[in-house]
T-cell receptor, first 112, second 112 residues
Framework: DGGITQSPKYLFRKEGQNVTLSCEQNLNHDAMYWYRQDPGQGLRLIYYSQIVNDFQKGDIAEGYSVSREKKESFPLTVTSAQKNPTAFYLC???????????FGQGTRLTVV | GESVGLHLPTLSVQEGDNSIINCAYSNSASDYFIWYKQESGKGPQFIIDIRSNMDKRQGQRVTVLLNKTVKHLSLQIAATQPGDSAVYFCAESIQAGTALIFGKGTTLSVSS
């Protein structure tokens, strides 16, 4: 099936640990995105990448890092510098800018 | 602050009624708009999109209206069904922009 796969669905992190959220797409999309969603809130952009080996910060990039070594993969690392990491994280991809973006099913990260 | 917002956080309708969800945007340079539907614990699903060279676009049971004069976007759902219950987000982007910018969402509740 074609689509965007995020894993794991649920993730628990101890304070001070780094964790990496996976996002893979087999749609041959050039652009990929990471958003964060807090309860009752909209989606806020963390990072995005338009092409392989290139990415830009979004509105809330502090405490996060990404890589784009392959077209189909855009992993997000939540570092210990992110003071309030508990949230629902959504990955998306699109053919290019200014086009429809499809979303994965999300990863719910909880700090314990 | 956010450039996209919705007028009402919640909307309750009876099954069979028509629903209208509104969204105001502030960036006059935005030229692409999307509506997404998000069910609890899932990623957003694409509903319909519209570009700034159009005023209206119709899909199956849904219509999006764009009023560039007052920077207003609306989603109309005909014959609303219980399965339409979800959070609805509008999002915008500009051709020279980066990624979709989302509003906070409207929760639509449909009662039988």
């Amino acid at each position: 099936d074609g689509g965007i796969t995020q894993s794991p669905k649920y993730l628990f992190r101890k304070e001070g640990q780094n964790v990496t959220l996976s996002c893979e797409q087999n749609l041959n999309h050039d652009a990929m995105y990471w958003y964060r969603q807090d309860p009752g809130q909209g989606l806020r952009l963390i990072y995005y990448s338009q092409i392989v080996n290139d990415f830009q910060k979004g509105d809330i990039a502090e405490g996060y890092s990404v890589s784009r070594e392959k077209k189909e993969s855009f992993p997000l690392t939540v570092t210990s510098a992110q003071k309030n990491p508990t949230a629902f994280y959504l990955c998306a991809s699109s053919i290019g800018q200014n086009t429809e973006a499809g979303f994965g099913q999300g990863t719910r990260l909880t700090v314990v | 602050g956010e450039s996209v917002g919705l007028h009402l956080p919640t909307l309750s309708v009876q099954e069979g009624d028509n629903s209208i969800i509104n969204c105001a945007y502030s960036n006059s340079a935005s030229d692409y708009f999307i509506w997404y539907k998000q069910e609890s614990g899932k990623g957003p699903q694409f509903i319909i999109d519209i570009r700034s060279n159009m005023d209206k676009r119709q899909g199956q049971r849904v219509t999006v209206l764009l009023n560039k004069t007052v920077k207003h976007l609306s989603l109309q759902i005909a014959a609303t069904q219980p399965g339409d219950s979800a959070v609805y987000f509008c999002a915008e982007s500009i051709q020279a922009g980066t990624a979709l910018i989302f509003g906070k969402g409207t929760t639509l509740s449909v009662s039988s």
